[in-house]
């Protein structure tokens, strides 16, 4: 029974996979024309299907709009019932469809290109009354749904939704569409904070250590116990960062030096200290202190002047870890 199970799936996932690799042979002239359409237009994309197609046709919209290419979904049932109204003059309208026979998508086409509007169809028949009435025509034929009974749609929405992707993908590439354009529709989440979140976001709320360069041992350590970040910066009078010293500076110290009586900063620091600018991402903050193993980062604004610090444990309780 475990293999009978195990089979089953590897079969299902072997056919799906065969099904998207075969997609490549689809990407032509026609695909080429419709992401240029889509690109050119001043409306948005409204995308319709019926059944599953209706269901892969909500993912599509929702990459295209997190990706700078507005859309909408539009269920065919609903659209030959009312909804014909979201349909603006400059909309692209993709409709997809496995058979591309449904009867609600043989009322919903000609209806659209009464409009005037352009169909890209996304259909798995391309003998079909879709597949001849839209303008622009992708191609995503499956030899074999991985259902037993070839029946269930699986790699068929499996290709339509990496058709769509497709689409989209170049679409960014077209738009130029960066890290900071998917910040702006993604500010929630762990993603958002790694896409937006500034290092200053973090280290405002903490406090900011600092001893001047003969700062006493004594003084140093009320300075680092009472910030509770492990770290105090050392500066000089133009508010600069000359060195720092953390926790494991002290302790290395008392291992090298018997006399502590007259021991000030300049004896501890260290005079190479990491620092980041308070605009930089969070997230490349993290890739700093991972690279060189370190706990605290020294934040520096455009003058270079000692704005504060971060700590790994500000990127942890953000969730950037």
């Known amino acids: 029974m475990n293999d009978a199970i195990k089979h089953t799936a590897l079969e299902t996932i072997s056919l799906e996979a065969e099904s998207i690799y075969n997609l490549q042979q689809y990407i032509n002239d ?27 046709g909500q993912k599509i919209v929702a990459t295209l709009n997190s990706t700078g290419t507005p ?15 979201m349909i603006q003059a400059d909309d692209v309208v993709i ?10 998508i ?33 191609n995503t034929t499956v030899s074999k749904e991985a259902c037993p009974n070839n029946l269930a ?6 290709a339509q939704m990496v058709m769509g992707d497709a689409l989209a993908v170049c679409l960014m590439q077209l738009k130029g569409f960066t890290g900071a354009d998917f910040a702006k529709y993604h500010p929630g989440g762990n993603l958002g904070k790694r896409l937006y979140l500034q290092v200053q976001d973090l280290s405002k709320n903490n406090s900011k250590p600092s001893v001047n360069i003969d700062a006493s041992l004594k003084e140093i350590i009320l300075v680092i116990s009472k910030s509770l970040l492990g770290i105090t910066g050392v500066i000089n009078s133009n508010n600069e960062v000359i060195g720092i010293i953390t ?20 004896q501890i620091m260290n005079q190479n200290p990491k620092k980041i600018h308070q605009h930089a991402l969070a997230v490349n903050a993290l890739d700093m202190l991972r690279e060189h193993d370190i706990s605290q980062l020294i934040v520096v604004n455009d003058n270079d002047e000692y704005v504060g610090v971060l700590h790994l444990h500000d990127l ?6």
Request: net charge neutral; with cysteine.
């Open 30 to 56: 026609t695909f080429v024309q419709a992401v240029q359409i889509i690109n050119a237009t001043k409306g948005r994309v409204v995308v319709t299907g019926i059944g599953k197609s209706a269901i892969v």
């Open 71 to 85: 859309a909408l979904f539009m269920h065919a049932a609903d659209a030959i019932h009312g909804d014909l109204g």
């Open 95 to 104: 409709i997809l469809s496995k058979s591309g026979e449904s009867p609600e």
């Open 106 to 138: 043989k009322v919903l086409v000609p209806l659209i290109k009464n409009f005037g509007n352009n169909i890209i169809a996304i259909v798995g028949n391309t003998n079909s009354y879709l597949a001849n009435e839209a303008h622009y025509c992708l």
């Open 153 to 158: 749609p699986t790699s068929s929405t499996t």
């Open 247 to 266: 926790d494991g500076d002290l302790r290395r110290m008392l291992v090298n030096i018997d006399n502590l009586t007259n021991i000030t900063a300049a």
């Open 316 to 321: 942890v309780k953000e969730g950037i870890i």
